[in-house]
């Protein structure tokens, strides 16, 4: 089973920063948390993935809280094209696999 | 590069039909995966392999089967169609998963009546 909780849905203006929750509270001291999203029926695109420390690349930044119960990705200025399923994963107990739960739609509108 | 092939994009079967989904992967990677996606929903493990000639089940193995004889193909077979296997089909590959991103192929679509 996913080992992550996310939002069914969220909306977000155009031009703002969407922040997207994701709970994580079973995960281990070495697991990484990983972001994808998938746009309409496309294969999933990978976002960026974590540990510890926050990180950012050109897409989005992502917050770890310090007890790695929680983290939330953030796209700093939201625009239509990133209306999509985000999708925060954790890999499968062998750790060789990527395990999906339902993810959260995001709706961007201008 | 053209990354991650899946042929082909559609398909519809008539129950008790056999198949094979096909997907390459051109980036020399390991790891290969097969998920299925059903409407709305998140996308599930059918089988993943960790290089040639080794395989592994994921959460939805069963009426399908995989085999890994090259570093690049990863075919999903079904041997017997079923309703219940009307699905998209997504192949991915990576190099060691904990520290690469999954690159993912652009879906079969099956029907199957």
């Known amino acids: 089973d996913a080992k992550t909780t996310q939002p069914t849905s969220m909306d977000c203006a155009e031009g703002r920063a969407a922040n997207l929750p994701c709970n994580h509270s079973t995960i281990s001291g070495n697991e990484y948390v990983y972001w994808y999203r998938q746009i309409h029926s496309q294969g999933p695109q990978y976002i960026i993935h974590?540990?510890?420390n926050n990180e950012t690349n050109e897409m989005a930044s992502l917050i770890i809280t310090e007890d790695r119960k929680s983290s939330t990705l953030i796209l700093p200025h939201a625009t239509l094209r990133d209306t999509a399923v985000y999708y925060c994963?954790?890999?499968?107990?062998?750790?060789?696999?990527?395990?999906f739960g339902k993810g959260t739609t995001l709706s961007v509108s201008s | 590069n053209a990354g991650v092939t899946q042929t082909p994009k559609f398909r519809i079967l008539k129950i008790g039909q056999s198949m094979t989904l096909q997907c390459t992967q051109d980036?020399?990677?390991?790891?290969m995966y097969w998920y299925r996606q059903d409407p709305g929903m998140g996308l599930k493990l059918i089988y993943y392999s960790v290089g040639a000639g080794i395989t592994d089940k994921g959460e939805v193995p069963n009426g399908y089967n995989v085999s890994r004889s090259t570093t690049e193909d990863f075919p999903l077979r079904l041997e017997l169609a079923a309703p219940s296997q009307t699905s998209v089909y997504f192949c991915?590959?990576?190099?060691?998963?904990?520290?690469?991103?999954?690159?993912f192929g652009p879906g079969t679509r099956l029907t199957v009546l």
């Open positions: 974590g540990l510890k």
């Open positions: 991915a590959s990576s190099y060691e998963p904990r520290y690469n991103e999954q690159f």
């Open positions: 994963i954790a890999l499968n107990q062998a750790g060789t696999a990527l395990i």
């Open positions: 980036m020399n990677h390991n790891y």
